[in-house]
């Protein structure tokens, strides 16, 4: 199977378009041909530093715009981010993805970032951060330090990028997206559905992955409505906004026949997702969770309902591969 990054808005549009058991039998097909067909890959998110954001992201609780009510915080201690990665293993979970409410690191928390990559990597976990912006020099510091992926969403289409966002740029998020990959480092990038956006919306975003060298990990978060942001509070006004869930395993589907090489993670609001709507998900090629009780700040589905699905649907966890892009390159 080769990797395509010449796709037309009309291809991605056609796959959409295509009868529902078609699409899905595609999107399997090139799962199978290409992945462990029963395995799936853990990820456990940790915030290392909370809210007070400057940007102005339309869904997320954590910007100083949103009245979410959620508590500041300073970036932790590299102590307690080992603590809760070392409890992220037990629990068998294979990556360990740092989050901080920032617009971008300052130089003066490097040195505490690249302890905390060392540190989880020394525990034989992938690492993964996501900082917000990186200039090429953090980058290169966090690649030295074995950051294996950084997490930066395109979370939309270009075309309704300013609809979600104002203080930063379609073209910002591009930069640092090479910023991180000419680093070396793994890209994970994807986004949100059930915004309010419209299917042309849906398509101009998995074109804009897909016409990309391809991320290395495709997150699809469904849209978790919190309170007091705006398209929390939109959602909460106009529900018929809510995104349909064949919909939304389409969208799951297409990113798996326009990336077959990528891990694409079924990422926020499947503590609100039924289990029916899940196993949809990983038929049409979804190949990655984030496992625990919380996400960021929002609750997850939790390692015990997440076992009961698994077994459920025969599925185990994937075996983590920390350092790969550094052996690969060596
Ligand atoms: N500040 C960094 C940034 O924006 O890149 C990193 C953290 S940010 C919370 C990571 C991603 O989480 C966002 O790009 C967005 O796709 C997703 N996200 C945030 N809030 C969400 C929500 N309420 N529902 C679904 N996804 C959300
Ligand atoms: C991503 O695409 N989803 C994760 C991760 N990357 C950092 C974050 C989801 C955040 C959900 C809302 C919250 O917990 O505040
Ligand atoms: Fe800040 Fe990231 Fe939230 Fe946007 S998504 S407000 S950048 S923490």
Known sequence: MTVRTDWTREQIAGLFDLPFNDL??????????????NEVQLSTLLSIKTGGCPEDCG???QSTEAESGLKATKLMDVQAVLQAAAQAKDHGSGRFCMGAAWRNPKDRDMPKLVEMVKGVRQMGMET????????????RQLAEAGLDYYNHNIDTSPE?????????????RIETLENVRSAGINVC???????GETRSDRIGFIHALATMPHPESVPINALVPVKGTVLGDML???PLAKIDEIEFV???AVARIAMPHSMVRLSAGRESMSE?????????????IFTGDKLLTAANAGDDKDAALLAKLGMSAMQAQPHGHLEAAE
């Open 236 to 238: 909460a006004d106009t």
């Open 59 to 61: 869904y997320c609780s």
């Open 276 to 288: 029916a709507c899940q196993a949809l998900c990983f038929m049409a090629g979804a190949n990655s």
């Open 160 to 172: 309704n990028y300013a609809n979600v966002i104002t203080t930063r740029t379609f073209e910002d």
């Open 128 to 139: 993964c951060m996501t900082l917000g912006m990186l200039t090429e020099g953090q980058a």
């Open 189 to 195: 990038c994807g986004g949100i559905v059930g915004m």
């Open 24 to 37: 899905l039998f595609e999107a399997q097909s090139i799962h199978r041909a290409n992945f462990p067909r």
């Open 250 to 252: 389409r969208t799951v």
